[in-house]
């Protein structure tokens, strides 16, 4: 099959461009969910291996088999597979089910740490060689850091930062490989590096080998189809290929890297076209479509990293961030939903629910009806997956090809990567402003220039001018980490594989993070409208807050502490974007903590909301716990007020439901909850996960985890099976608000 | 006359003749979907003229307590809300028993139909000022009455007053008003269950034009915690919860007979 005879022709037949291939070809699909077919006996005797592997690996402590011998690479291993026979879509990252392997080049003392957690050693040699011949990004990082940025990573004002793991984020388009093969895709990166020519600038040569290690890991990537029986250097030939071959492009990538998040961009309404031609040729039927989706979704499930411990700290029940993008709208008004995004969301009933990929919804108010009953729907039975306002992210960057990066952050495919930054603690950043620069919890002197407050009841605008010191400073610290991150990871551990599949030079974005803002609002809310004591200890550091009145909490629809949360995320942004960024990246924010917020709220004192030390913070965005009373919507509505140009690299909120409180029948609740996606939606926010849940459910799955092998619950821009969740996590999630009203 | 008639009537007259326009709420949930059709900002007000024995906000019923709150920033907080509404969602007021609060209620329904907000009123539907006239036949969208019991001494023993005889004049009041409305009714076993209420139920309304709906409520008992914590006494505790069978039974006598029932 020759695609340009077969497909409408355009701009992607001159050069790169799967967008336009999209835009020409995409058959939008308005009906019902009827059409989906269960399935294959295949694809169920497979899921069935996979089922009784996670078994084991559960059992064997989160670790099944991992490989010592062999330092990960696109041509590292042999082919592997689950049940060879029974796959339609074909390759594993090593040559066996769910067995890790190592990625050293991120930080070698981490893959050391993970194996000696499972009384394992990397081999001899691959210890030497990382002991004493090769340099690490962990160990550039150091070498590089300051001992303010070390104070200020150990004290817990920065956490969580790639310096010793993989940044990850970066998504390549994977779909390049299917559209073009691998030979058409290595002509016009050699093409790129001729006209990369002097004078020789630092940009300059590191573009150069940049371009040129890009294309190496193109030659590997067709010899890794190689040991799988595929030609890769040619495009794909009918709808089949087109699944493989974009599942090899992206197992590419994750042979190659052990990023924090590896994001699968935006695949489904892509291989949509392919499929429907075979269909409509008559070379396959539904229930064959369905079941290279069914396949090629199994296999991203059983993606893998090697993590230690610590890691599952700040990113718990060992997440891949395999995120897939599904719905919006072209640019030209028509929708972008196809029979395979519904086949996408059918992988939750032929598979049951899961975690991973992790599927997020490109949510628009004209996305036709029976998708948006159909994503209700999933949701209300799976709590699997998210949702993103389309609506806003293609209107505000004019684009409509785009992916989600990790949780909620917006990446247009191909043309844009993003530097990740983890998150600053900002509710730590306010107690420095109530402690004269100094962290609350060691007296270390963090930032000079504030001074001590003397008064008995914290004054607003003192309070408030401070903060203001502690953010700028922060802000200057982080910045200074981030650009030494990400010189370092571009030096030792470059994304080659996802970057070959990228423009040559595409826009980059620095994602910043803050944590902790709803603990913050309410603080200045509570200094604000009623009166807060700080006690203090014999060194002036402040142990405790005595609060007299009451005074509006973040959550409930109500401007006074509301307008405080907006207005410090505007600020603090600002205050971000004054400052040189690394490759002249634009700063970009977002407000999301994965589930450090666990972690985050153990580092910092008591607060003056009136939160103990060492208590969690909310996840996200999310009002603090309990504190939203006046119902969902009114507590939607007050994450709904962070405007988007604040924080462009989004903004987390978590909602969790009880079923009965959607409504009384199936069908009012998948009605109530469509609307509530359009109204949050219609308000400009940014970003939800649904959890349409009992607490009972999950009380259970506490106590008999072996009967709840598959419970998936959104935690904060991504889900995790609860069972992989630590006891301590899984509290938290007890702790949030359940919506529960009737 | 029951001991808590006069103390309402003072309630009444006092929210009356307050000058401000402010309601005296119990609580605010902005995501009703029991309340009314689609998605709801129920305003929970304080004060209820009833003391039914099964009440499931018994905390609403003190005619003390309950936060003033200025109408416009309920007004503001239904705005906010108008992206959830959808074609049929809206404002309704419970309580408690709203009506007491007639005079507030007047302009803050005018405010919210000056929005295009729909309105709805979950009453008991006893209160006959002339401000709840108005708003039953003129200001609400939708009036969700609360049939309580099919006769005078029934419903003596449920509320603990009589009052069958005013509900059904304010319901006739909405149907020559044309105007829609739903009937609630509570299945309590042994007392509201009999096929000769079920039948009071059918020859007294299944003829109403503007009858919309006919919502069955299983009787349940869920809102005891609230009573005990009140240091008060729940006096249905020994009711048992209907059977599925009894519910099922009720549904299917009344189904025939109203254009839309459905069971909570």
Known sequence: MDLENTFKTGRWCKVIEVKDFVTLNITPYTGDHKFLEGPTARTSKLWDICKEALKEERQNNGLRDVDVNVVSGLTAFEAGYIDKESEVIVGLQTDKLLKRAMKPYGGYNVVKKALS??????????????????????????????DEIRKFRSLGFLTGLPDNYARGRIIGDYRRVALYGINRLIEAKKEDLQKITGPMSDATIRLREEVSEQIRALSDMIEMGNIYGLDLSRPAQNAQEAVQWTYMAYLAAVKEQDGAAMSLGSVSSFLDIFIEKDIQDGKITETDAQ???????????????????????????????????????????????????????????NLGPSPEPNITILWSKNLPKGFKDYCAKVSIETSSIQYENDDLMRTSSNCDDYGIACCVSMQEL?????????????????????????????????????????????????????????????????????????????????????????????????????????????????IKHAKVKPIRDENGLTVDFEIEGDFPKYGNDDDRVDHIARDVV??????????????????????????????YGKKTGATPDGRAKGVAFAPGANPMHGRDTHGVIASLNSVAKIDYKDSKDGISNTLSVVPKSLGATPEMRIENLVRTLDGYFGCNAQHLNVNVLDRDTLLHAMEHPEDHPQLTIRVSGYAVNFVRLTREQQQEVLTRSFHETM | MPAGLNCWHAFVLNSMSSTENKLIVHSIESFGTHDGPGIRLVVFLQGCNLQCKYCQNADTIALKGGTPTEMESLVKRAVNMKTYFGDDGGVTVSGGEPMLQSKVLIPFFEALKKEGIHTNIDTNGLIRIPEAKQLISELSDLVMFDVKATTEEGFKTITGAKGLGRLLENIQLREQSKKPYWLRYVLVPDYTDSEESLRWLIETFSGNKYLEKLEILPYHKLGIYKWESLGMDYQFKEIKENTPEQIERAFEMLKPHFKDVIVK
């Open chain 1, 570 to 599: 505007e600020h603090f942004n600002l205050e971000l974007e004054k400052l040189p960024v690394y490759k002249n990246a634009m700063p970009t924010m977002s407000v999301l903590t994965i589930t450090s917020n666990v972690v």
């Open chain 1, 414 to 526: 191909g043309k844009h990567i993003q530097f990740f930054g983890a998150r600053t603690n900002l509710a730590k950043t306010l107690l420095l402003a109530i402690n004269s620069g100094r962290c609350e919890n060691t007296g270390t002197q963090m930032v000079d220039g504030i001074p001590f407050i003397e008064e008995e009841y914290l004054d607003y605008d003192k309070v408030i001018a401070n903060f203001k010191i502690a953010m700028k400073e922060v802000a200057r610290v982080y910045n200074e980490a981030m650009n030494i991150i990400h010189f370092m990871h571009d030096k030792y551990y470059y994304e080659k594989a996802q970057m070959a599949l990228i423009d040559t030079n595409p826009k980059i974005n620095i994602a910043y993070g803050i944590a902790g803002l709803s603990i913050v609002a309410d603080s200045l809310s509570a």
């Open chain 1, 291 to 349: 079941e290279y989706i069914d396949q090629f979704v199994m296999k991203l499930r059983m993606v893998r990293h090697l993590r230690m411990e610590a890691y599952d700290q700040i990113f718990a029940g060992d997440p891949t961030w395999v995120t897939e993008s599904i719905g919006g709208l072209l640019i030209d008004g028509r929708s972008k939903v196809t029979k395979t995004s519904f086949r996408f969301l059918n992988t939750l009933y």
């Open chain 1, 117 to 146: 957690e499972h009384g394992l050693k990397p081999n001899p040699i691959i210890h030497e060689s990382f002991s004493k011949y090769t340099k690490t990004h962990n160990d550039g990082v150091f070498d590089a850091y300051t």
